[in-house]
C-alpha cells in the first residue's frame, strides 16, 4: 500500500472533526492538554476508578497519563476525548468517542470524590448532543461492568439500551469481569432533563 492509497483511505473515513469546548450548567467539556497529565493519574490511580474501566492499568502513573495525552491531544485521535472540568478549569474525568471495532463507542470516567452529583450525566448527554450534531445517524455503542450500576443509568438516562451481556477482560482487576453492553441507536438520545 502507498502513501496516497493511505491518505486516501483516512479522508474516506469520515470523523467528527477536531474535539469542540462544550459549556453546561455546571461544567465545561474541553479538548486535553499535556498539563492535565497529574490529574488524569490522580483519578485514574484510585483502584474505585480503574477497576471499572477496561484497559487502564492500576496502578495508574503521571507517565500512563502522559502516554495517554501524547495520542489525545494530537490529529492522531481518531474521535473526541474531552477533559471535564469543573470551577477554575479542575480536571475530575473524561469523556470520549471512540472508533473501535468499526463503530463508534463511548467511554467515559469521573474522579471519585465528584461521583452522586450527577455530573457524568450532564458530561455525557452534553457531549452526545453535540457528538451527534457532527455525525448525525451514528449508533454509539457502549458498556459497563455489572457491577457499575450507577454507570448503566447514566447510559440508560441518554437514551442507551441494554444489547447484550459477556465477559471483558479488565486490566485493573486482572480478570475477566461481567459486562453489559448497550447501543444507542439513531433517534433514541434523550436530551438531559433540566436541572432544579
Not at 467539556?29 to 490511580?45: K, T, V, W
Not at 484510585?46 to 490529529?75: I, K
Not at 447484550?164 to 432533563?193: K, Y
Request: proline share 6%; glycine share 8%; charged share 20%.
Amino acid at each position: 500500500m502507498n502513501a496516497m492509497q493511505t491518505q486516501m483511505e483516512r479522508a474516506s473515513v469520515a470523523g467528527p472533526g477536531p474535539c469542540p469546548t462544550v459549556a453546561t450548567a455546571r461544567l465545561v467539556l474541553r479538548p486535553h492538554r499535556m498539563s492535565d497529565a497529574q490529574a488524569i493519574a490522580q483519578s485514574l490511580n484510585d483502584f474505585q476508578v480503574s477497576r471499572m474501566l477496561a484497559r487502564v492499568p492500576a496502578p495508574y502513573d503521571r507517565q500512563d497519563a502522559a502516554e495517554w495525552l501524547s495520542v489525545a491531544t494530537t490529529d492522531l485521535a481518531e474521535g473526541w476525548a474531552f477533559a471535564i472540568t469543573a470551577g477554575d478549569d479542575v480536571h475530575i474525568g473524561c469523556v470520549s468517542f471512540e472508533r473501535r471495532r468499526g463503530g463508534w463507542e463511548l467511554g467515559y470516567w469521573l474522579n471519585r470524590f465528584y461521583w452522586g452529583r450527577g455530573y457524568m450525566s450532564e458530561a455525557v448527554h452534553a457531549a452526545t448532543a453535540r457528538f451527534l450534531m457532527r455525525m448525525p445517524g451514528t449508533d454509539i455503542r457502549s458498556g459497563i461492568f455489572a457491577d457499575n450500576v450507577a454507570s448503566l443509568r447514566v447510559q440508560e438516562k441518554a437514551g442507551f439500551r441494554i444489547t447484550g451481556c459477556s465477559d471483558l477482560f479488565c486490566v485493573a482487576r486482572g480478570a475477566m469481569v461481567p459486562h453489559i453492553e448497550t447501543r444507542l441507536e439513531p433517534g433514541d438520545f434523550r436530551p438531559a432533563a433540566p436541572r432544579h
